[in-house]
């Protein structure tokens, strides 16, 4: 079965980077889009970017433009988000998610996600 | 970008009672080259990723109970359970991915009355 396996939580000071993975099972790795989207706290869903694990090709919010780096490494499965100049208002539960399309264009909506990866921002 | 605005924000149902929510986007999702709604739903329990419910704004994901329907075109859109069960509670969002970026509503908390 379709399965996306994230990294585990991390505590970040402000300025500094983080980097989440997104391990995926049970399907063609390069087949599909992952994207990324980030959920602040009792809050609702942000849309980050994804990545084209075949080409390795990206596309990032305007938000997020310049701060964010996504990346794939085909061997084993699994898509990374890194995510710099970290500020307080960065502390989130951060989710990979499938996209629904297995074709050459992103569908932009989500059938699988990974469990989430919270980050947390603090001094 | 494209404003997605649910209503109401939270609700409260009986169970085997018909919840309904609403979604409205800022500009229309209907594509009318193919006349599809770029539209989806999304379940998200507590201390859980997000679930999709519904796609092209009525078709149901594969596995997911056929108490949950979608309906609407355009900007107006409505997830419906038909007869609430306990397992429903959840907050629902709506999406759209007519255009980029996509976005999401704010959610609608549902509860058991």
């Known amino acids: 079965q379709v399965q996306l396996v994230q990294s585990g939580a991390e505590v970040k000071k402000p300025g500094a980077s983080v980097k989440v993975s997104c391990k995926a099972a049970g399907y063609i790795f390069t087949g599909y889009y992952v994207h990324w989207v980030r959920q602040a706290p009792g809050q609702g869903l942000e849309w980050m970017g994804w990545?084209?694990?075949?080409?390795?090709?990206?596309n990032s919010a305007q938000n997020f433009q310049g701060r964010v780096t996504m990346t794939r490494d085909t061997s084993i499965s699994t898509a990374y988000m890194e995510l710099s100049s970290l500020r307080s208002d960065d502390a989130a539960v951060y989710y990979c998610?499938?996209?629904?399309?297995?074709?050459?264009?992103?569908?932009?909506?989500?059938?699988?996600w990974g469990q989430g990866t919270l980050v947390t921002v603090s001094s | 970008d494209i404003v997605m605005t649910q209503s109401p924000d939270s609700l409260a149902v009986s169970l085997g009672e018909r919840a309904t929510i609403n979604c409205k986007s800022s500009q229309s999702v209907l594509y009318r080259s193919n006349n599809k709604n770029y539209l989806a739903w999304y379940q998200q329990k507590l201390g859980q990723p997000p679930k999709m419910l519904i796609y092209w704004a009525s078709t149901r994901e594969s596995g997911v109970p056929d108490r949950f329907s979608g309906s609407g075109s355009g900007t107006d859109f409505t997830l419906t359970i038909s007869s609430l069960q306990a397992e429903d509670v959840a907050v629902y969002y709506c999406q759209q991915y007519y255009s980029t970026p996509p976005s999401f509503g704010q959610g609608t908390k549902l509860e058991i009355k």
């Open positions: 998610a499938r996209d629904k399309e297995g074709s050459g264009y992103p569908a932009y909506n989500f059938d699988y």
């Open positions: 990545i084209n694990p075949n080409s390795g090709g990206t």
